[in-house]
């Protein structure tokens, strides 16, 4: 039996661990994750570079963003950074988008080290 959405929304709210689990990176369709591939180049790349090499934002390669824990970075994306130009994105991305944000930083970022080799 196929349920409509709305019945997974249901139980979503009487199961809040299922509703959790939804909230997981690796749930997002394959469309829904290349629209935040392009968010994060080029939204986010607008203030730290459309290759992550930094501008009004700092550089975020991948060896310095795996510094961070992937919650922490969740929360940077989701609350911002008070006192500074970095934006919260709450009203724009789910949490799972955020964490998937986040991991693609820590994992698949084009962008891999600032250092020369
Ligand atoms: C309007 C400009 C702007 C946009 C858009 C923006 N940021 Fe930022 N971001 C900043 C600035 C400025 C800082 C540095 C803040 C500070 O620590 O003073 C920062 C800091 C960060 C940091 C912490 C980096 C570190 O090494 O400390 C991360 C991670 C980050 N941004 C990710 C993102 C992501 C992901 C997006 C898109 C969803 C985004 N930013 C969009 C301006 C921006």
């Given at each position: 039996?196929?349920?409509?959405?709305?019945?997974?929304?249901?139980?979503?709210?009487?199961?809040?661990?299922?509703?959790?689990?939804?909230?997981?990176?690796?749930?997002?369709?394959?469309?829904?994750?290349?629209e935040?591939?392009?968010?994060?180049?080029?939204?986010?790349?607008?203030?730290?570079?459309?290759?992550?090499?930094?501008?009004?934002?700092?550089?975020?390669?991948r060896?310095?963003?795996?510094?961070?824990?992937?919650?922490?970075?969740?929360?940077?994306?989701?609350?911002?950074?008070?006192?500074?130009?970095?934006?919260?994105?709450?009203?724009?991305?789910?949490?799972?988008?955020?964490?998937?944000?986040?991991?693609?930083?820590?994992?698949?970022?084009?962008?891999?080290?600032?250092?020369?080799?």
């Amino acid at each position: 039996m196929h349920l409509p959405a709305l019945s997974l929304l249901l139980i979503g709210l009487l199961f809040p661990a299922a509703a959790l689990a939804e909230t997981r990176a690796d749930t997002l369709d394959s469309e829904r994750q290349a629209e935040l591939k392009t968010l994060l180049y080029q939204d986010c790349g607008s203030c730290h570079g459309m290759t992550l090499r930094g501008g009004l934002g700092p550089a975020l390669p991948r060896d310095r963003m795996e510094a961070f824990s992937p919650e922490a970075l969740t929360y940077i994306i989701q609350h911002g950074i008070p006192g500074s130009a970095m934006p919260g994105w709450k009203t724009l991305l789910s949490d799972a988008e955020a964490r998937w944000i986040a991991d693609h930083l820590r994992t698949d970022n084009s962008l891999e080290t600032l250092q020369q080799d």
